[in-house]
């Protein structure tokens, strides 16, 4: 199991590089070169972060991203929801349809209880505390 699928590892490093910049408008051609992502790739995840209003998308000669907010009100939960929807660790360990015993399973409700804590430990992760090694 991946907590962070490619997408959204992809959006964490773009989103740290931006916010890395401070204020400055960075380009997609400076992205691809100093992240080493494929560039349609990369459009489509600024562009679902654009949409979520995680970044603010700027058009012409000049054109590129910048944060939308400040680094510390951009939580990494937030981009992992982004390209992941709303976290979750499992619906069910033992099979692919939906279990009809999940509201009285005891190993969903533990897996449930961690999935919680995952959450909560995500949400106190901000991309300003990313970039000072917290």
Same mark, same amino acid.
């Given at each position: ?12 490093? @773009? ?45 012409? @000669? ?5 944060? @939308?907010? &400040? ?6 939960? &937030?981009?992992?929801? @982004? ?52």
């Amino acid at each position: 199991m991946k907590l962070l699928s490619r997408n959204a590892d992809y959006a964490v490093r @773009a989103v740290c590089y931006i916010a890395d910049g401070k204020d400055d408008i960075v380009t997609v051609t400076e992205l691809v070169r100093k992240l080493n992502i494929p560039r349609p790739f990369l459009r489509k995840i600024l562009q679902a972060l654009n949409h979520k209003k995680l970044l603010k998308s700027f058009k012409g @000669a000049d054109g590129g991203f910048k944060l @939308a907010k &400040d680094a510390e009100n951009i939580y990494l939960v &937030d981009i992992i929801e @982004a390209f992941q929807g709303p976290f979750k660790l499992n619906e069910c360990f033992f099979k692919k349809d939906l279990c009809p015993n999940r509201k009285s399973c005891f190993l969903k409700k533990k897996i449930d209880s961690i999935g919680d804590n995952v959450y909560k430990e995500l949400k106190l992760i901000t991309i300003g505390s990313i970039l000072r090694g917290e």
